[in-house]
C-alpha cells in the first residue's frame, strides 16, 4: 500500500507537483541572469525555446534542463512512494498543468514540450524516447522546433497503445488518457506556431528571424 492512499496525502501530492510545475524557471533565470523578462520580448514565452531566442544559450539551457527537471522529479518521487498508476499519472498531469497554467504568473505559462519529456523520462520512457526519436528526426529535416514537438506530442498514444498492444509493457487506462491529453494541450498551445507554419512567417532555429 502507497504512502498516499489516503484521499487527503493523495491530494496534497497533486497541488504539491502543481506548484512545483509552475515555477516558472525561464522567467526566473532570465531575470537573473540577463535583467530581462521573456514574456516581453520573441514569442513572450517563458519556455526555453524563447530563453535561448532571447536571453542566450545559457539561459536556455538552464531553462530546458529545469522544466525537464521538474516534471521527472514529481513523477519520480511520486513512483518511489507510490504503486498506484493512476496516481502517478494524476501528479504527471498535475505538474505539466502546472508548467502550462502556472498560478504564479496569472495562469500564462509555457507550452509544456519540456516539461512533458520531463514526465515521461520515469514514467514511460520507452513512450518518451520514441517521442524524443520524433522531435529529433523532424527537429534536423526541418529546423522548426514546434513542428517537431506538435507531431512529438501527437504520438505520445500512439506509441503508449503501440508498446502496451505488443506487450512490451503494461499502460493503464490512465496512463493512456494522461497522455491524450498532453499531446493535445502542446498542439493547442502551439497553434500561433502553426498558422505562422503554414503562412510561411515562423522562424527556424539558427534564423536571424525572432518571433
Known sequence: MGIFQAPEIAAAAIVSAYLLGAIPFGLLFARWLTGKDPRKYGSGNIGATNALR???????????????GKGALAVGLAQYLQSDMTLVAAVALAVFLGHV???????????????????LIPWLPWVG???????????????????????????LPAFAWLFDALSWFKV??????????????????????MRRLWAGEEPKIG????L
Request: charged content about 15%; aromatic content about 10%.
Open 54 to 68: 532571447t536571453s542566450g544559450k545559457k539561459v536556455g539551457v538552464l531553462t530546458l534542463l529545469s522544466d525537464i
Open 129 to 155: 524516447i520514441s517521442a524524443f526519436a520524433v522531435w529529433l528526426l523532424l527537429f534536423k529535416l526541418s529546423r522548426y522546433v514546434s513542428l517537431a514537438s506538435v507531431v512529438a506530442a501527437l504520438m
Open 101 to 119: 497554467f502556472p498560478i504564479y504568473l496569472k495562469f500564462k505559462g509555457g507550452k509544456g514540450v519540456a516539461t512533458m519529456f520531463g514526465v
Open 172 to 193: 493503464t487506462p490512465s496512463s493512456l488518457f494522461t497522455c491524450v491529453i498532453l499531446a493535445l494541450l502542446v498542439a493547442v498551445r502551439h497553434q500561433e506556431n
Open 207 to 210: 534564423s536571424a528571424n525572432k
